[in-house]
């Protein structure tokens, strides 16, 4: 047997194996494989020549992180050259102009300052309202201004509007990639800034193949390998973006593992996808990026009031349940077929009715498929979830519901304004669904406008633990899940739901060596510091891609 190439030493393993794992006191790393597990005793024994030793002393040593539904093309392109607007650190209307006026200047000559906002902006506002166009125009007269407030609602300055063409004249499309457009206007007819579902119809300034690359290798390096995340359920964007992941992966310069849900019809039809490799060409190998499923939409989002859900949304002034935007022949096809093809179906219903809705097609088109690599996932499933009729719904369909717990941060406060009491029942009980057998994730969606730390899975894991919104109310707090169960959720539980536990998610003899350090023991910090424990060191495959020597 050769020497190892590596061993990391700690006398803390979390391996996500079990005690008698636990109880070992490090890795043994050939190649981009775990060889074996080590007691300290052992190292000298075992090292050869050309071996490197890492001790990282008490520090904890756990399986890299693994973040099952995310958006990493859209992130990293919506943060890369646009001014962070955020809040709680842009927290008025007032912080938000000064931030735009500092990005000003550098970006004058491409015509747009696009900000970055998060999804209810108007919420998390101190002012509880949007920017208006007039204050927009305070910034600049002369360069458009567009503040993305999440991916579906955007605030364009006056500047914008003319360039965009949009005008007192103006007939929003019927359909955009994101939902139905509007455009709001006051009452003379004219456009007051706030604009929905429009970005794609924007011409915001063209990102070159060189600048996808670019906002990759920056957003996939802050966003996920500074949190310790080495593998990604990716919902694909573009495929230009998925082929510069797999050349970058094939550069050692990707940093993460991506296994791509294929978004239909965002980035391709169902027929397409179904045949993808006539139209994208990956080279990486499957370790590195691969094409896992297909991405459905089902029914939309709370925040546009279209999440299909089974009492009505308030203040509508009509009875509004939201809409199933899948039609029922097509599913009975899709199940079968992606099956077929070796890919999983992914698909989002946020509501509980889209949820029923969902899972009586799929168990009428025969029930999900059994093998955990193409189990069917629902995504958000969970968002709210008021009674057990849901999850049983789950069980007879056959699928594996896809949480996010970073949601109960992001708008766990805001369910009660849209649904009333019904709202305020449900919102991701953990505890409850774990006991009732449930192998649960967590994930991060982090999309345009997410919170800074949704890709963070110590945040995330905090969220499992704290449950505790932006406004700093908390949700069922029986509900909380233990630090070890959250754990599982960000590492073995996401590697079952890709089907790939053989190969990760867990520190173990022959699965991949992607491992994280952390500076300290989430078993031993209290609740509210969890989200506060960073990631010192990262390996992917063996290969160390966060951390100094
Ligand atoms: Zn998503």
Same mark, same amino acid.
């Given at each position: 047997?050769?020497?190892?190439?590596?061993?990391?030493?700690?006398?803390?393993?979390?391996?996500?194996?079990?005690?008698?794992?636990?109880?070992?006191?490090?890795?043994?790393?050939?190649?981009?494989?775990?060889? $074996?597990?080590?007691?300290?005793?052992?190292?000298?024994?075992?090292?050869?020549?050309?071996?490197?030793?890492?001790?990282?002393?008490?520090?904890?040593?756990?399986?890299?992180?693994?973040?099952?539904?995310?958006?990493?093309?859209?992130?990293?392109?919506?943060?890369?050259?646009?001014?962070?607007?955020?809040?709680?650190?842009?927290?008025?209307?007032?912080?938000?102009?000064?931030?735009?006026?500092?990005?000003?200047?550098?970006?004058?000559?491409?015509?747009?300052?696009?900000? !970055?906002?998060? *999804?209810?902006?108007?919420?998390?506002?101190?002012?509880?309202?949007?920017?208006?166009?007039?204050?927009?125009?305070?910034?600049?007269?002369?360069?458009? %201004?567009?503040?993305?407030?999440?991916?579906?609602?955007?605030?364009?300055?006056?500047?914008?509007?003319?360039?965009?063409?949009?005008?007192?004249?103006?007939?929003?499309?019927?359909?955009?990639?994101?939902?139905?457009?509007?455009?709001?206007?006051?009452?003379?007819?004219?456009?007051?800034?706030?604009?929905?579902?429009?970005?794609?119809?924007?011409?915001?300034?063209?990102?070159?193949?060189?600048?996808?690359?670019?906002?990759?290798?920056?957003?996939?390096?802050?966003?996920?390998? $500074?949190?310790?995340?080495?593998?990604?359920? =990716?919902?694909? =964007?573009?495929?230009?973006?998925?082929?510069?992941?797999?050349?970058?992966?094939?550069?050692?310069?990707?940093?993460?593992?991506?296994?791509?849900?294929?978004?239909?019809?965002?980035?391709?039809? *169902?027929?397409? #996808?179904?045949?993808?490799?006539?139209?994208?060409?990956?080279? #990486?190998?499957?370790?590195?990026?691969? %094409?896992?499923?297909?991405?459905?939409?089902?029914?939309?989002?709370?925040?546009?009031?279209?999440?299909?859900?089974?009492?009505?949304?308030?203040?509508?002034?009509?009875?509004?349940?939201?809409? %199933?935007?899948?039609?029922?022949?097509? *599913?009975?096809?899709?199940?079968?077929?992606?099956?077929?093809?070796?890919?999983? *179906?992914?698909?989002?219903?946020?509501?509980?009715?889209?949820?029923?809705?969902?899972?009586?097609?799929?168990?009428?088109?025969?029930?999900?498929?059994?093998?955990?690599?193409?189990?069917?996932?629902?995504?958000?499933?969970?968002?709210?979830?008021?009674?057990?009729?849901?999850?049983?719904?789950?069980?007879?369909?056959?699928?594996?519901?896809?949480?996010?717990?970073?949601?109960?941060?992001?708008?766990?406060?805001?369910?009660?304004?849209?649904?009333?009491?019904?709202?305020?029942?449900?919102?991701? !009980?953990?505890?409850?669904?774990?006991?009732?057998?449930?192998?649960?994730?967590?994930?991060?969606?982090?999309?345009?406008?997410?919170?800074?730390?949704?890709?963070?899975?110590?945040?995330?894991?905090?969220?499992?633990?704290?449950?505790?919104?932006?406004?700093?109310?908390?949700?069922?707090?029986?509900?909380?899940?233990?630090?070890? !169960?959250?754990?599982?959720?960000?590492?073995?539980?996401?590697?079952?739901?890709?089907?790939?536990?053989?190969?990760?998610?867990?520190?173990?003899?022959?699965?991949?060596?992607?491992?994280?350090?952390?500076?300290?023991?989430?078993? #031993?910090?209290?609740?509210?510091?969890?989200? $506060?424990?960073?990631?010192?060191?990262?390996?992917?495959?063996?290969?160390?891609?966060?951390?100094?020597?």
């Amino acid at each position: 047997m050769s020497a190892p190439d590596r061993i990391v030493v700690s006398d803390r393993l979390l391996t996500m194996a079990g005690p008698e794992a636990d109880a070992m006191q490090g890795v043994a790393i050939v190649g981009d494989r775990i060889s $074996r597990l080590v007691r300290r005793d052992e190292v000298e024994a075992l090292r050869g020549p050309d071996t490197e030793v890492i001790d990282v002393g008490g520090r904890p040593l756990l399986p890299g992180f693994i973040d099952v539904h995310a958006h990493v093309e859209v992130a990293c392109r919506a943060a890369y050259g646009t001014v962070d607007c955020r809040a709680p650190e842009c927290g008025s209307v007032a912080e938000v102009l000064e931030a735009l006026r500092s990005g000003l200047d550098e970006r004058r000559e491409t015509g747009w300052v696009v900000g !970055q906002a998060n *999804l209810f902006f108007d919420r998390k506002l101190k002012e509880r309202r949007l920017p208006t166009r007039e204050e927009l125009d305070t910034v600049s007269e002369d360069v458009a %201004i567009a503040v993305r407030a999440g991916g579906h609602i955007t605030v364009l300055n006056s500047k914008a509007l003319e360039v965009a063409g949009i005008d007192r004249g103006f007939a929003a499309p019927e359909h955009s990639i994101t939902g139905k457009p509007a455009v709001e206007r006051d009452d003379h007819g004219d456009p007051i800034g706030i604009v929905k579902e429009m970005d794609s119809l924007l011409p915001l300034p063209a990102q070159t193949p060189a600048v996808v690359e670019a906002a990759l290798e920056e957003g996939i390096r802050t966003l996920f390998t $500074r949190n310790g995340v080495t593998t990604i359920g =990716e919902i694909s =964007e573009t495929v230009e973006g998925l082929e510069t992941m797999d050349r970058m992966a094939r550069q050692d310069r990707l940093n993460a593992r991506i296994h791509a849900y294929l978004w239909a019809p965002g980035t391709m039809s *169902l027929e397409q #996808a179904l045949d993808w490799r006539r139209f994208i060409a990956l080279e #990486a190998g499957d370790a590195d990026v691969s %094409i896992q499923g297909v991405k459905l939409f089902c029914d939309g989002g709370y925040s546009a009031k279209s999440a299909a859900v089974k009492q009505p949304y308030l203040g509508m002034g009509r009875e509004h349940f939201g809409d %199933i935007a899948l039609q029922r022949d097509f *599913l009975l096809e899709a199940v079968p077929a992606t099956r077929d093809a070796g890919l999983q *179906l992914a698909i989002h219903a946020n509501g509980d009715r889209a949820q029923e809705w969902l899972c009586e097609v799929i168990a009428d088109a025969g029930g999900a498929p059994s093998s955990a690599r193409l189990r069917t996932r629902i995504e958000h499933a969970g968002n709210f979830r008021p009674d057990k009729t849901t999850s049983d719904w789950w069980r007879h369909a056959g699928i594996v519901p896809i949480p996010q717990p970073v949601f109960l941060y992001t708008f766990g406060d805001y369910f009660g304004d849209y649904l009333g009491d019904y709202g305020t029942q449900g919102r991701f !009980q953990f505890a409850d669904l774990i006991a009732d057998g449930w192998n649960l994730t967590g994930s991060s969606d982090v999309w345009v406008g997410s919170e800074r730390e949704a890709t963070n899975p110590l945040f995330s894991i905090w969220c499992c633990l704290q449950r505790q919104t932006y406004d700093e109310r908390f949700i069922d707090v029986d509900q909380a899940t233990t630090v070890d !169960q959250a754990l599982r959720m960000h590492t073995i539980n996401g590697a079952e739901v890709l089907g790939l536990a053989h190969e990760k998610g867990s520190l173990e003899p022959g699965k991949l060596a992607d491992l994280v350090v952390l500076d300290r023991d989430p078993f #031993a910090v209290a609740i509210d510091d969890l989200r $506060r424990i960073k990631v010192e060191s990262v390996f992917l495959g063996g290969r160390r891609v966060l951390g100094a020597e």
